[in-house]
């Protein structure tokens, strides 16, 4: 089956930027999301990639995705007290719906 | 994208009942789909929910338990039944996209329902 693993905790000052990876076992997946979670909120679909693809950019967002690795990264640039949250790194294989996900990562940003 | 409401958002039911969750979307899709997110936890897959066929259930979960009915492309419901204290976490439903043959379409959940058991 899918294994998807996430660093637990992050910690990151106000104005810095924020790095969480993700690693993954499944060499078939075809898309990678990034799912942020607020406290008492569902899940919120930040940005994917597809597997074709080696970078993606959306504003302050970036995603690396090392394909060979099976290693998948998300760049918070300039990160703001509203970036506090869980990240969830996910992973769709093939032409199947299902996703897998990571345990989430659980980012603090401090003053 | 999809816009999709779940109710209800939170409950407190007692041990031994059951609880209706309920999914609409604004769009039609052909698959839906509904994940247990335990607390302090990450997302688990309890089935997917197709039109006009049973849902298909994951590993470790089953359809006495957790019966689905998909009525039509727009709507689902997820019963938890025979409730007990293990069976608090939040229920989040899921569709993939917009269209429903879209194949390349991120999935959206909707804000999920609180369960907790007396």
């Known amino acids: 089956g899918e294994d998807v693993e996430q660093s637990l905790f992050l910690s990151v000052r106000e104005g810095d930027s924020s790095v969480i990876n993700c690693t993954y076992t499944d060499s078939s997946s075809t898309y990678l999301y990034w799912y942020k979670q607020e406290p008492g909120a569902g899940l919120q679909l930040l940005t994917y990639?597809?597997?074709?693809?080696d970078m993606k950019q959306d504003q302050r967002l970036t995603v690396l995705l090392n394909k060979k690795d099976k290693h998948l990264s998300l760049r918070i640039a300039d990160t703001q007290t509203g970036d506090s949250a869980i990240y969830f790194c996910a992973e769709r294989e093939g032409g199947d719906y299902k996703l897998s996900f990571g345990a989430g990562t659980t980012v603090t940003v401090r003053a | 994208s999809a816009v999709i409401s779940q109710k209800p958002s939170r409950d407190i039911c007692q041990r031994g009942t059951s609880l209706t969750i309920q999914c609409q979307v604004d769009?039609?899709?052909?698959?839906m789909f509904w994940y247990r997110q335990q607390p302090g936890q990450s997302l688990t897959l309890i089935a997917t929910?197709?039109?006009?066929?049973?849902?298909?259930?994951e590993s470790g979960f089953v359809i006495d338990k957790f019966p689905i009915s998909r009525p039509n492309l727009t709507f689902s419901t997820l019963t938890v039944s025979n409730l007990s204290p293990e069976d608090s976490s939040i229920y989040l439903c899921?569709?993939?996209?917009?269209?429903?043959?879209?194949?390349?379409?991120?999935?959206?959940f909707g804000d999920g329902t609180r369960l907790s058991i007396l």
């Open positions: 899921s569709v993939p996209g917009q269209a429903p043959l879209y194949s390349n379409q991120p999935q959206h």
């Open positions: 769009s039609q899709v052909t698959m």
């Open positions: 990639i597809f597997s074709n693809m």
């Open positions: 929910a197709n039109q006009g066929s049973e849902a298909t259930y």
